[in-house]
């Protein structure tokens, strides 16, 4: 069994910051790709930003510039998202992701950020 726990989330003033964490437990490929989603009320889950275990990324140009992923070299499948700059358009629940042939989701965290 894989699990994700996710940490960080809350509510924050525009322009300010906020940092998700998320680590992975389990019986997990050497190889993956870590990252965060998010969903805002009525809208699709969409990709926030992703990193694979070589140092690989991928932003969704909306966050480029105001976002950072990072994962820990010393612990393993461990993932955070430094959030900067923040706008209310970025409210919405974030979600951890794990996936290499199988995909593993965590439970979601609330980022509420107010004009």
């Known amino acids: 069994q894989v699990q994700l726990v996710e940490s960080g989330g809350g509510l924050v003033q525009a322009g300010g910051s906020l940092r998700l964490s998320c680590a992975a437990s389990?019986?997990?490929?050497?190889?993956?790709?870590m990252g965060w989603y998010r969903q805002a009320p009525g809208k699709q889950r969409e990709l926030v930003a992703t990193m694979t275990t070589v140092g690989a990324t991928n932003y969704a140009d909306s966050v480029k510039g105001r976002f950072t992923i990072s994962r820990d070299n010393q612990r393993k499948n461990t993932v955070s998202l430094q959030m900067d700059a923040l706008k209310p358009e970025d409210t919405a629940v974030y979600y951890c992701n794990l996936r290499w042939t199988n995909e593993y989701w965590g439970q979601g965290t609330q980022v509420t950020v107010s004009s």
């Open positions: 389990g019986n997990i490929f050497i190889r993956n790709v």
